[in-house]
């Protein structure tokens, strides 16, 4: 083929997919323009995850007649004018390029009048062509409305993901500029009913309340005026009592605009050194500000990745701007009874009971904590094990569902249990050689064999809450985990809507019924957040890990004599004892040439 010049159409429509990958992104776009404008309220309205319609209003600047067509042009803005102005960027927008992008690639229809006009402009375009143009009455403010996206690019049609992905990308983005935008009063809608809104106080905190749930909004830690050098660091973050089991919910804004970096997420975990269980990850909603001329945005078309020129100045600053919010904040705190995270212990506990259970630093009390303060169900009952003195384990030659079940790895011979080394590894004596088992690891191994097999025969034991436990979710996991409840409720689960974000917990499988509803849900959504859309088996089994890992025992947690001997015989019984569902080793094992070989005897 011989070399030719790209059509104007054909080479917007390439350009477009770097701006506008998906529904969310067209709402990324609007809403950044709606912000540029200065509006003070905004409203999105999405239908079917917006591949049918995406409107939103504002009540911003507006757009003068005579150049409603020119925005719609690639590389049209009002926002800069100069190379030097690249320099110093202080609006969202400024490479004229989303409204070309999203017009080539969509239906659109824009009303829009400008402060000092006398009358609104109606424009109506199709795949980037001028259809109409009409000179209407209409407030002041721009409402622009997306029809029929990609409809004429059915190769991205096509990787659309399902209507519940994209609500949830939507609900996420939307969240996350709200908390930047607390003056802004927002309002999102899918399909016609609401689903967040906030009341433009001004108040990162109602901002909160809207998107996490009073709860939490009332334990965040405001960062208060930090200052070092030229960058000021403020935000809400979590006590280390409240934790998550991803990094999603660490959310950045450098001079107002939502951003990923990995190195300041970084030092906003660091700051938490220590503080936190293992694996798991603060809440934080962090606002960075410093001159203009410092960060570099123009780094790529969507805008969320930025080039630092002091990356390491910030980054100290961040860390030490959180790390003093959470100190500051009086450790009492992280003991009140009732709230059942790894640094609590149950009211009445002391001392000399927790000395008892070893390496208090490690300590998760949630395993023992008394069930009766946040479900209402049952009797704190110490007496009882930890360890399921029952083996319950299916008999071994029983066929197994193969997909959840790598290979059959090699059986573990007899042991004897010796003992327990820093009420985490139990030591164990075979036939030829010694055994150090980590006890959550092969807890939880025991844990996802029973349960598969009960999932086999499809009688998952499920309890019942007494009271039921209500949890709110921000919208976007909302959105997941009514997408989720069918599979939930086959694994054991009860959920039920109870008012807009927020659900209530009516039964968990039996086998967490010891455990907080609410963190166990927290937990399950987390890991649904890792990964993109699998495959609807992996999605059960994502959860079935899940729920083993929570209801198994802890490192750190003191074992009796017996309840070694029953994890150790229910190890013995698992198709596939060597590793825990995650793939981790569950024993170090030693065997009798080997330690002959070290001491020199042979
Ligand atoms: P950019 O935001 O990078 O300037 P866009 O293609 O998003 O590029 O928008 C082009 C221009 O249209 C903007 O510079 C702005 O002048 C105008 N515009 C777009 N949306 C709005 C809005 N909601 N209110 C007022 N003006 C708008
Ligand atoms: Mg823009």
Known sequence: MPIRLLSEQLASQIAA????????????????????????????????????????????????????ETAFLRHATSKIETAAELEAIHTLGFRGEALAAISAVSQVTLVTRASD????????????????????????????????????????????????TEKRLIDEFVTKYALAYPHVRFRLTHDGRISFQTTGSGEVRDVLVA??????????????????????????????????????QIVLFVNGRWVKDKNITYAIIQAYHTLLPVGRYPIAIVFVRMPLEQVDVNVHPTK????????????????????E???????IRHFRAG???????????QGNQQQA??????????????????????QLDLSSPIIDLEPGLGAPEEDFSPEYIETEGDRLPMMRVIGQIGSSYIIGEGPDGMYLIDQHAAHERIQ?????????????????????????????????????????????????????NAFMIRAVPAVVSRQDPTRVINDIIADLEVGNAPLQEKIEEKIIRRVCKTASVKAGQTLSKQEMEALVQQLERCRNPHTCPHGRPTLIYLSVAQLEREFGRA
Not at 339 to 349: A, Y
């Open 325 to 331: 919010t959470i100190v500051a904040d009086s450790p």
């Open 448 to 500: 996802f064999e029973k349960f598969m097999d009960a999932f086999k025969r499809q009688e998952i034991p499920s309890q019942r809450l007494v009271a039921g436990t209500a949890v709110h979710l921000p919208p976007d996991q909302a959105t997941r985990l009514t997408n989720q409840t069918a599979v939930l409720e086959k694994l054991g689960f009860e959920i039920e809507p109870f008012g807009p």
């Open 357 to 378: 259970f070893g390496r208090s630093s490690d300590l998760s009390w949630d395993q023992l904590s008394d069930p009766s303060s946040w479900s209402g169900q049952g």
């Open 17 to 68: 997919g770097e701006v506008v990958e998906r529904p969310a992104s067209v709402v990324k776009e609007l809403v950044e323009n709606a912000l540029d404008a200065g509006a003070t309220t905004i409203n999105i309205d999405v239908s079917q995850g917006g591949r049918k319609k995406i409107q939103i209003a504002d009540n911003g600047s507006g757009i003068f007649a005579e150049e409603v």
């Open 339 to 349: 709230q059942f995270e790894s640094l609590t212990r149950p009211q009445g506990w």
């Open 117 to 164: 006009a006398q009358a609104g402009i109606r424009l109506m375009l199709d795949g980037g062509n001028v259809k109409s143009r009409e000179t209407i009455g209409a407030p002041q403010g721009t409402v622009i409305s997306i029809e029929q996206l990609f409809y004429n690019v059915p190769a991205r049609l096509k990787f659309l993901k399902t209507v519940g």
């Open 211 to 248: 998107v996490y749930g009073a709860d939490i909004a009332r334990e965040m830690l405001e960062i208060g005026e930090y200052e070092r050098g030229d960058v000021q660091v403020g935000g809400f973050v979590a006590p280390p009592s409240l934790h998550r089991a991803n990094r999603n």
């Open 304 to 323: 969320t990745e930025v080039r630092f020129r002091h990356s390491g100045h910030i980054f100290s600053a961040v860390q030490r701007a959180v790390r």
